[in-house]
Nanobody, 123 residues
Framework: QVQLVESGGGLVQAGDSLRLSCAASGRTFTNYAVGWFRQAPGEEREFAAAITYGGAYTYYADYVEGRFTISRDNTKNTVYLKMNSLKPEDTAVYYC????????????????WGQGTQVTVSS
């Protein structure tokens, strides 16, 4: 089992930045790729970014447009999502998820999920 806890969400204005954290416990975290997803009200959960277990490779959704950066510190069992130039359409609950070894971009590919953290961007 891997337990994931997100933090760092909040209410910001358009153009601001936030850094989300995903703290992991349980099984050896370095064996797991981690993805960030988001879900807006009435919408399906969608992929945002992912990072391989060692941190050497990252992948982003097209809508990120260079504004988000995913990183990890395996000494702290934590994955981060730095979000710059936030837009009102980035408003959503952000979830981190883990799966063994390789990156995935689909919800069904991830085995473990956190409870989510709310990000609200006002215009």
């Amino acid at each position: 089992q891997v337990q994931l806890v997100e933090s760092g969400g909040g209410l910001v204005q358009a153009g601001d930045s936030l850094r989300l954290s995903c703290a992991a416990s349980g099984r050896t975290f370095t064996n797991y790729a981690v993805g960030w997803f988001r879900q807006a009200p009435g919408e399906e959960r969608e992929f945002a970014a992912a990072i391989t277990y060692g941190g050497a490779y990252t992948y982003y959704a097209d809508y990120v447009e260079g504004r988000f950066t995913i990183s990890r510190d395996n000494t702290k069992n934590t994955v981060y999502l730095k979000m710059n130039s936030l837009k009102p359409e980035d408003t959503a609950v952000y979830y981190c998820a883990a799966r063994p070894l390789s990156i995935g971009t689909m919800v069904k590919e991830y085995e473990y999920w956190g409870q989510g953290t709310q990000v609200t961007v006002s215009s």
